[in-house]
């Protein structure tokens, strides 16, 4: 583990060894997707065994001290988003180390809805025709995630018809309606203050002041898998290359993130589970605001198309 991080967490971090684990890959991730192929979804709703749990010895992560950004916090200002429709393209490394396209693509709409608030639409594709769509509510000014639906196009036979999450209260829970249209409810958990969205977190990265050396720690949830504590620090700004052939001016941010559910780290950086995100400058007129999430597991690439 990077010390970085370390010296930023209380003195007493748990110790638990890194996760592999692909986190929120800024535009949403497949998580829910892959742990629906291997199990029911019900079985999925009891993977975290605590959120928040307020006997924890280190009070801090449960209030809004040990966060520099939370909800509601002037540094978030979503006019820096930009509707958009794009796709991404995922590669991963073989046995030998080489990076190898993989058949998983993520399909996304971000816009604004009928009643101000932004509506984001991330479909997974995985292969084989099976894919997973996440519809998420965000609040127009402060960016908190307030709901997520989530549905199937030929699933597994034991995957849900819908699966939809209120994030507004301090409890929540799943909503569950199983593929024979009985209704089941999950794990009622809790969550000790307003959240930004874990499995969009570069979006959420976006919308904060980027500039050289800034740094920022905010409150994420990934509803079925945890509650994270991240901290983002802006590498610095650079051009790279897009899949259309042409460049993309972004920041490079790196993440390191803390679940706060297991204790596990993810470091930041491209060789770190944490991952680095290159959020797009001028983000509109069909570009995304992230180009590209990168981590030692996985690369997510914008395929540089324009749509409107």
Same mark, same amino acid.
């Given at each position: 583990?990077?010390?970085?991080?370390?010296?930023?967490?209380?003195?007493?971090?748990? =110790?638990?060894?890194?996760?592999?684990?692909?986190?929120?890959?800024?535009?949403?991730?497949?998580?829910?997707?892959? #742990?629906? /192929?291997?199990?029911?979804?019900?079985?999925? !709703?009891?993977?975290?065994?605590?959120?928040?749990?307020?006997?924890?010895?280190?009070?801090?992560?449960?209030?809004? #001290?040990?966060?520099?950004?939370?909800?509601?916090?002037? !540094?978030?200002?979503? #006019?820096?988003?930009?509707?958009?429709?794009?796709?991404?393209?995922?590669?991963?490394?073989?046995?030998?180390?080489?990076?190898?396209?993989?058949?998983? /693509?993520?399909?996304?709409?971000?816009?604004? +809805?009928?009643?101000?608030?932004?509506?984001?639409?991330?479909?997974?594709?995985?292969?084989?025709?099976?894919?997973?769509?996440? /519809?998420?509510?965000?609040?127009?000014?402060?960016?908190?995630?307030?709901?997520?639906?989530?549905?199937?196009?030929?699933?597994?036979?034991?995957?849900?018809?819908?699966?939809?999450?209120?994030?507004?209260?301090?409890?929540?829970?799943?909503?569950?309606?199983?593929?024979?249209?009985?209704?089941?409810?999950?794990?009622?958990?809790?969550?000790?203050? #307003?959240?930004?969205?874990?499995?969009? +977190?570069?979006? =959420?990265?976006?919308?904060?002041?980027?500039?050289?050396?800034?740094?920022?720690?905010?409150?994420?949830?990934?509803?079925?898998?945890?509650?994270?504590?991240?901290?983002?620090?802006?590498?610095?700004?650079?051009?790279?290359?897009?899949?259309? +052939?042409?460049?993309?001016?972004?920041? !490079?941010?790196?993440?390191?993130?803390?679940?706060? /559910?297991?204790?596990?780290?993810?470091?930041?950086?491209?060789?770190?589970?944490?991952?680095?995100?290159?959020?797009?400058?001028?983000?509109?007129?069909?570009?995304?605001?992230?180009? !590209?999430?990168?981590?030692?597991?996985?690369?997510?690439?914008?395929?540089?198309?324009?749509?409107?």
């Amino acid at each position: 583990m990077k010390t970085t991080l370390l010296t930023k967490l209380p003195a007493k971090l748990p =110790t638990k060894s890194l996760a592999k684990f692909s986190l929120g890959v800024g535009i949403a991730s497949a998580l829910l997707l892959q #742990a629906c /192929t291997n199990t029911s979804m019900a079985a999925a !709703e009891e993977m975290p065994k605590q959120v928040y749990s307020y006997d924890a010895e280190d009070k801090c992560y449960y209030t809004s #001290a040990c966060y520099s950004v939370v909800v509601g916090s002037s !540094e978030i200002n979503t #006019a820096r988003l930009k509707p958009y429709h794009a796709i991404w393209s995922q590669s991963n490394p073989d046995k030998d180390g080489a990076w190898v396209k993989s058949p998983a /693509t993520f399909e996304e709409i971000l816009k604004i +809805g009928a009643d101000g608030q932004w509506i984001h639409v991330q479909k997974s594709h995985m292969g084989g025709g099976m894919a997973q769509v996440q /519809t998420r509510t965000l609040d127009k000014k402060t960016w908190q995630v307030l709901d997520m639906t989530i549905t199937y196009e030929n699933g597994p036979s034991n995957a849900p018809q819908k699966v939809f999450y209120d994030l507004t209260g301090d409890n929540f829970t799943a909503d569950i309606t199983l593929s024979d249209g009985k209704h089941q409810t999950g794990k009622v958990r809790k969550k000790a203050l #307003a959240m930004f969205d874990g499995q969009i +977190g570069g979006l =959420t990265l976006a919308a904060l002041p980027l500039s050289e050396n800034y740094t920022a720690t905010l409150p994420m949830i990934i509803p079925n898998l945890g509650i994270y504590w991240i901290e983002a620090t802006v590498v610095g700004r650079k051009t790279i290359p897009t899949a259309d +052939g042409s460049s993309q001016d972004v920041w !490079e941010v790196n993440a390191n993130w803390f679940n706060l /559910t297991d204790g596990d780290i993810y470091e930041p950086g491209r060789e770190g589970d944490g991952g680095v995100y290159y959020i797009a400058v001028n983000p509109g007129d069909g570009v995304p605001s992230v180009i !590209e999430y990168a981590n030692s597991g996985a690369v997510i690439s914008w395929d540089g198309v324009r749509r409107k």
